[in-house]
């Protein structure tokens, strides 16, 4: 079993940047798949991005393409996502998510039913 924190989120204009950090405990970090979901008020919760335990692989999804940067280190347990170019649009509870095993290549891990384990939760606001 693994426990997620978010953290980093806040308010930023449009055409800002911030950095979330998804800190985890409990098992080996490594032997997750990583992801990352938002969710607007009213709206379901949507993938953002996944990565592989290595990191070597990552999905994205088209709307944050080129705008955000999902990244991990397992040495330190910790999972992040920069995100530029933000958009008022992008206002949302983002949650970081963890699968106990590989990322897989059916594109599960764009579903959040792939996910075992979830963190809290951080809200990112962001003013036009």
């Known amino acids: 079993q693994v426990q997620l924190v978010e953290s980093g989120g806040g308010l930023v204009q449009a055409g800002g940047s911030l950095r979330l950090s998804c800190a985890a405990s409990g098992r080996t970090f490594s032997t997750y798949a990583m992801g990352w979901f938002r969710q607007a008020p009213g709206k379901e919760r949507e993938f953002v991005v996944a990565?592989?335990?290595?990191?070597?692989?990552?999905y994205y999804a088209d709307s944050v393409k080129g705008r955000f940067t999902i990244s991990r280190d397992n040495a330190k347990n910790t999972l992040y996502l920069q995100m530029n170019s933000l958009k008022p649009e992008d206002t949302a509870v983002y949650y970081c998510?963890?699968?106990?095993?590989?990322?897989?290549?059916?594109?599960?891990?764009?579903?959040?039913?792939?996910?075992?384990?979830w963190g809290q939760g951080t809200q990112v606001t962001v003013s036009s």
């Open positions: 990565i592989s335990r290595a990191g070597i692989r990552t």
């Open positions: 998510a963890a699968h106990d095993g590989g990322l897989g290549y059916s594109g599960s891990a764009y579903t959040t039913g792939f996910y075992d384990y």
